[in-house]
């Protein structure tokens, strides 16, 4: 029996796992696993609705490690993961994506010997300032196992040195989930209540997520980003689910999005689906977002210089902004007259990502 360590900590790690578990328990005889939830994100709207809401067990363990500093959060998780470890000593460690939890876990168990399985690996933005590039390059740099979404991932792990029998090309956990999840919002699902509020007032709107340090953290690009939304506001509604921390800053600096622009509490991940499944238009931050937009063809315009999932831009729906007020404009300007850049779903963006890695994992023994 092959034992497991999956780790989610943040809120774009629930939805990844969640399609793994429900992969991993078809092999009760080959595979055990813990679920490792190390606290990364606390409050409920972040955290909790996520775990009821795409069926994922209850955590086996919770590490508590929430809050602080970048450095002081990844200090608090390696110590307490490194305690749960030993004592524990499963065969692989699994970490998804790129967040603090990714970088920390990994770390540990890499030090103590443990084969450290990445998913969504690979990805590389070439901007050394954003904290989550950080973590990819330190997680890539010591795992035993590279799971990839895009060729691009491939190239860089390639580039960096690591072997092509340990880089698997598998799609995406996330579209997965994704899938997963838009079959069980059209079912209708009673498990899965839907408000719909701001949906049943306007026929056509805009979504709006903004949370990367280089965006809210400065109260300039704030502004700049904050008079570029209320602007399209004029011609499109726009709802605005807002972080906990983009919410701090807003109060911060003042921001003012105007009347048109709606801000909501962090929603839950079907609420939310809900919501920007059918948007006119999608304009983000975030990483899984210019992805999960790609899956279903919805305009997205990332407000962010660069982009470490390069192929939402070359084949899917996904147009980089940067933090330009004049291009954002012109470029919501055109999707609200109707004029939308096309975009394809990527090869083995096909809901089987899951089934491929756990086929890897075990060919792997
Ligand atoms: C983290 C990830 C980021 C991801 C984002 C999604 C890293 C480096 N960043 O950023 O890649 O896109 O999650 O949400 O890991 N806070 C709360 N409640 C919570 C969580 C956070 O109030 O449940 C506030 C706190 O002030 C906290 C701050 O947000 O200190 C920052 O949280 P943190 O987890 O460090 O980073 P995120 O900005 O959420």
Not at 81 to 103: I, M, Q
Not at 215 to 230: C, G, I, R, S
Not at 329 to 358: H, M, N, Q, Y
Request: glycine share 8%; proline share 5%.
């Amino acid at each position: 029996m092959t034992h497991l360590h999956l780790i989610a900590g943040a809120r774009p790690n629930f939805m990844k796992i969640a399609p793994l578990i429900r992969e991993i328990q078809k092999y009760p005889e080959q595979i055990s696993y813990s679920l490792i939830h190390t606290g990364q994100h606390y409050d409920s709207a972040m955290s909790d609705v996520f775990f009821k809401e795409l069926g994922i067990p209850d955590p086996d363990e919770h590490l508590d490690c929430g809050g602080g500093s970048h450095g002081e959060q990844t200090a608090k998780i390696m110590v307490a993961y490194e305690n749960l470890a030993l004592k524990d000593r499963p065969d692989f460690v699994v970490v998804v994506g790129d967040v603090n939890s990714t970088l920390a876990c990994s770390i540990v168990a890499k030090k103590l010997n443990i084969k450290v399985v990445h998913i969504e690996a690979g990805l590389r933005s070439g901007d050394r300032e954003m904290p989550e590039e950080i973590n990819r390059l330190v997680t890539d740099a010591i795992s035993d196992l590279y799971f990839v979404t895009e060729e691009a991932g491939r190239d860089h792990l390639l580039r960096e040195g690591q072997s092509e029998d340990i880089i698997h090309y598998v799609g995406h956990v996330m579209v997965d989930n994704l899938f997963f999840q838009v079959a069980k919002l059209e079912k209708g699902d009673e498990l899965v209540p839907i408000s719909s509020d701001y949906k049943s007032k306007h026929e056509k709107y805009g979504v709006i997520t903004l949370h990367r340090p280089s965006n809210v953290d400065e109260p300039e690009t704030f502004q700049d980003l904050a008079e570029a939304l209320k602007k399209i506001s004029k011609d499109l509604p726009l709802v605005f689910p807002v972080h906990p921390r983009t919410r701090q800053k807003m109060e911060e600096f003042g921001i003012d999005l105007g009347e048109r622009v709606t801000l909501l509490d962090p929603q839950g991940y079907m609420e939310f689906l809900n919501l920007w499944k059918d948007a006119v238009v999608v304009l983000t931050d975030s990483g899984g977002l210019q992805e999960e937009t790609t899956a279903l063809g919805i305009p997205c315009l990332t407000l962010r210089e660069n982009t470490e999932r390069p192929v939402t831009v070359s084949e899917g729906t996904n147009q980089l902004m940067g933090v330009d007020v004049v291009k954002i404009l012109a470029a919501a300007s055109k999707i609200i007259e109707g004029t939308t850049k096309e975009g394809k779903c990527p090869k083995f963006w096909d809901g089987k990502a899951s089934e491929r890695i756990v086929a890897a994992i075990l060919a792997s023994l």
